[in-house]
C-alpha cells in the first residue's frame, strides 16, 4: 500500500467569485428617482443597490462598490 507523500503542498490558486446579472422590474418612478439619487449622489445605482444589501447585513465586499464604468475605473463611490 503506498504512503501519502508528507510535506508541503501546491495550494490551489485563490479565485474570484463569477459575477452574474441580476435584473428585476421597478417601477418608472423608482427608477427614475434611482438614478436621480445616483446622479446627486455622484455614484451609480448598482453601487446604491449593493450599499443597501450591505446595510441589511449581507457580505458586499467593499471592490463591489468601485465604479466600473469606463473612463472611472477604480474610482470609489463618491469620487
Not at 452574474?20 to 427608477?31: D, K, R
Not at 449593493?50 to 467593499?62: E, F, N, R
Request: proline content about 10%.
Amino acid at each position: 500500500m503506498a504512503k501519502k507523500p508528507v510535506g508541503p503542498t501546491v495550494a490551489e490558486p485563490a479565485t474570484e467569485p463569477r459575477q452574474v446579472t441580476i435584473s428585476f422590474p421597478v417601477s418608472e418612478p423608482l427608477h427614475f428617482a434611482l438614478k436621480l439619487r445616483a446622479l446627486q449622489e455622484r455614484t451609480t445605482v448598482r453601487a446604491m443597490v449593493l450599499t443597501g444589501l450591505k446595510a441589511i447585513g449581507l457580505d458586499v465586499p467593499d471592490d463591489d462598490l468601485i465604479d466600473r464604468r469606463a473612463g472611472r475605473a477604480g474610482r470609489p463611490k463618491g469620487s
